[in-house]
T-cell receptor, first 113, second 112 residues
Framework: DVKVTQSSRYLVKRTGEKVFLECVQD?????MFWYRQDPGLGLRLIYF???????EKGDIPEGYSVSREKKERFSLILESASTNQTSMYLC????????????FGPGTRLTVT | GNSVTQMEGPVTLSEEAFLTINCTYT??????LFWYVQYPGEGLQLLLK?????DKGSNKGFEATYRKETTSFHLEKGSVQVSDSAVYFC???????????FGTGTRLLVSP
């Protein structure tokens, strides 16, 4: 079974802190994605990566950056956390030719106070 | 642009009832359509898909038919179980890289 793991299920940070969310997949997938999930808004794509060291902006990249130094790991970085970044963050991965068939981690619920 | 509209939830049903969750889309060209499901405390997982008009996707008793004339992809199940309680997301993919565009999700609650 494909396994996508996220470093924390729950995280509480203060405004202005630098926050790292880590995601690891064990299926040698080329593509990796970061979404945020908010009530009434569904899932919105923040960033994605289709190869090591490659990254592309999604629909809402402002206030976020990403890092992919190894194929299995994709990190989301909040340079200076703000309260409007309180959300559920979901990581996903997929094979190169089937980007639509994404495998999701359980999510990290981040609260910024 | 591309977008997906789902019915508001929650949808509350008794066990063995018939389920319909409506989904309509706006897209240029010929998108592929998907239903994902999120069980409590878990990540999303692909439930079924349809890649061209009139295709029917099916899995675990759920079905959805790609209707180009009505731009719809409604999810149906003949007899729901308590274990089907989850949030259901309709999604489309319409770019070269096949990024997904998700609807807002519909929560289904099934009582015994």
């Amino acid at each position: 079974d494909v396994k996508v793991t996220q470093s924390s299920r729950y995280l509480v940070k203060r405004t202005g802190e630098k926050v790292f969310l880590e995601c690891v997949q064990d299926m040698d997938h080329e593509n990796m994605f970061w979404y945020r999930q908010d009530p009434g808004l569904g899932l919105r794509l923040i960033y994605f990566s289709y190869d090591v060291k490659m990254k592309e902006k999604g629909d809402i990249p402002e206030g976020y950056s990403v890092s992919r130094e190894k194929k299995e790991r994709f990190s989301l970085i909040l340079e200076s956390a703000s309260t409007n970044q309180t959300s559920m963050y979901l990581c996903a991965s997929s094979w190169g030719d089937r980007a639509y068939e994404q495998y999701f981690g359980p999510g990290t619920r981040l609260t910024v106070t | 642009g591309n977008s997906v509209t789902q019915m508001e939830g929650p949808v509350t049903l008794s066990e063995e009832a018939f389920l319909t969750i409506n989904c309509t889309y706006t897209a240029t060209g010929y998108p592929s359509l998907f239903w994902y499901v999120q069980y409590p405390g878990e990540g999303l997982q692909l439930l079924l898909k349809a890649t061209k008009a009139d295709d029917k996707g099916s899995n675990k008793g759920f079905e959805a038919t790609y209707r180009k004339e009505t731009t719809s992809f409604h999810l149906e199940k003949g007899s729901v179980q308590v274990s089907d309680s989850a949030v259901y997301f309709c999604a489309l993919s319409n770019t070269g890289f096949q990024k997904l565009v998700f609807g807002t999700g519909t929560r289904l609650l099934v009582s015994p």
